[in-house]
């Protein structure tokens, strides 16, 4: 029995309606009939949690989110099986980092098996949802955020958690490979700060950054390490990997300023899989531009449940830039790109059992 009980949306989108809508639905504009929901306060706990239509939720304009930004999220996809059921990938590393992020913001956790069942219930009623293409998924996102009206300075008695699903097909279209700005003047997390929490909070932060690679004919900003300015730290939302002449790979190490990716860590282990060498190790931006142009290395990427793995296939910056590999998708990038959606989409063996059913 799940912790979270239907009541079905008992004004539906319309089949014909709906299967428009999953045409070519982008990512993150298409939301499905139902949402997740449970309620918490120091009290009671949690509880009311129950699978609902997705609509308008009543708050008050105290509500602490809103002025001290108590806000975690985490990121998942179901993927469609032949079946009609879906599949989902390590959710269980999603609920384990979802409190790790609400222990750093000092927001009550969710026991693991709650944020497990609002994900199969929810799942479940949206099965007609997972858009019909190769590249479509159901892409998840639970969050949870201070909702108690109260503007004193302390974390606060009362939350929300809330799984929605969107309908998506491709993070980025078109162009094989993405370029990179080096913002020299903002970082993304500093030591000690919120860098390892999936807060929104630190996406607020960055979109100023964002926007500079944008204004600068740039797909993604890249951040250095907001203590020398230095070493390569990861996207906006993206980590990122190194590919040399030799075979290995390289990542930056987690240290509490990155993101520990599930991608990041999946890709770990499928590289190690097939004989790679993957290194967690600081890399210098000057050392990837030197590496780029000697041809010592010959690929990079970036990876996360949203775009998957992505190549980079320029970095620029206010002192000008380097190409990478041609700018095309590379050998070891396809190669590992290709053996994890194979395993999320449930046609390659699943050797390190990332994958739940659900029927
Ligand atoms: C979510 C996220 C990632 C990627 O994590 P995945 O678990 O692979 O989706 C990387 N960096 C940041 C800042 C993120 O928020």
Not at 251 to 266: N, Q, V
Not at 315 to 322: I, L, M, P, R
Not at 324 to 351: F, K, M, W, Y
């Amino acid at each position: 029995m799940s912790s979270f009980a239907l009541e079905p949306n008992p004004d539906p989108v319309p089949p014909e309606e709906r299967a428009k809508q999953l045409v070519d639905p982008g990512f993150g504009r298409v939301f499905t009939d139902h949402m997740a929901i449970a309620h918490y306060d120091e009290d009671h706990g949690w509880r009311d949690a129950r699978i609902t239509a997705r609509g308008p939720i009543d708050m008050s304009p105290a509500a602490s989110v809103l002025h001290y930004a108590q806000e975690i999220f985490e990121g998942l996809k179901a993927y469609a099986r032949p079946n009609g059921g879906a599949a989902l990938f390590r959710p269980d590393a999603n609920a384990r980092r979802f409190n790790a992020s609400a222990r750093r913001l000092a927001m009550p956790e969710l026991p693991e098996e709650m944020f497990l069942d609002s994900i199969r219930a929810l799942v479940r009623a949206d099965l007609g949802w997972i858009p019909p293409s190769e590249e479509g998924s159901l892409y998840l996102r639970p969050f949870m955020f201070a909702s108690e009206a109260f503007l004193g300075m302390r974390s606060a008695a009362r939350y929300l958690y809330i799984v929605m699903a969107s309908s998506v097909g491709s993070y980025f279209k078109g162009a094989p490979s993405v370029s990179l700005w080096v913002t020299r003047e903002y970082t993304r997390a500093a030591p000690g700060g919120t860098g390892a929490a999936k807060c929104g909070g630190n996406y607020a932060a960055s979109l100023v950054a964002q926007a500079e690679a944008v204004r600068n004919g740039c797909d993604q900003v890249v951040f250095l390490d907001a203590v020398e300015r230095r070493w390569v730290e990861e996207l906006g939302g993206m980590n990122i990997f190194f590919v040399f002449e030799d075979g290995s790979l390289a990542t930056p190490p987690l240290g509490g300023t990155i993101l520990a990716g599930i991608t990041r860590d999946s890709i770990i282990t499928l590289a190690r899989d097939i004989g790679l060498t993957v290194r967690e190790e600081p890399y210098a931006i000057e050392q990837w531009q030197a590496d780029a142009e000697s041809g010592r290395l010959t690929e990079a990427f970036a990876c996360g449940t949203a775009a998957v793995v992505t190549a980079i296939g320029s970095v620029n910056g206010a002192e000008g830039g380097f190409t990478i590999g041609g700018q095309s998708v590379g050998p070891v990038t396809q190669r590992i790109r290709e053996r994890l959606v194979a395993i999320q989409r449930g046609q390659a063996p699943d050797p390190h059992a990332w994958i739940e059913e659900i029927a």
